[in-house]
């Protein structure tokens, strides 16, 4: 079992930046892939940026060159750098992983409100 602690978020206006981190908890070892998904009222959970173990990384076409994504491989700790903020970057912010047998954990989910 792994647990997840988001920390971070909160209201920013547009233009500005934002760190979001999530610490993974029990069985860490276990853990391939941790990432970043985001969701709206009304809309699809949608991926934002994950890394591998191994350091291999993919961002969401919409985050590209606004986000940056990194981890701590010792405490699995995963960080979300968001900056030129924009309105529809405004979400809940939730944490993932998925272990090597494919199993996928969440956090609780953390807001991130950026105003016009």
């Known amino acids: 079992q792994v647990q997840l602690v988001e920390s971070g978020g909160g209201l920013v206006q547009a233009g500005d930046s934002l760190n979001v981190s999530c610490a993974a908890e029990g069985d860490i070892r276990t853990i391939n892939v941790m990432g970043w998904y985001r969701q709206t009222p009304g809309k699809q959970r949608e991926l934002v940026a994950h890394i591998s173990s191994g350091g291999s990384i993919y961002y969401a076409d919409s985050v590209k060159g606004r986000f940056t994504i990194s981890r701590e491989n010792a405490k699995m700790r995963v960080f979300l750098e968001m900056n030129t903020l924009k309105p529809e970057d405004t979400a809940v912010y939730y944490c993932?992983?998925?272990?090597?047998?494919?199993?996928?954990?969440w956090g609780q989910g953390t807001q991130v409100t950026v105003s016009s």
């Open positions: 993932t992983c998925t272990t090597w047998a494919m199993r996928t954990y």
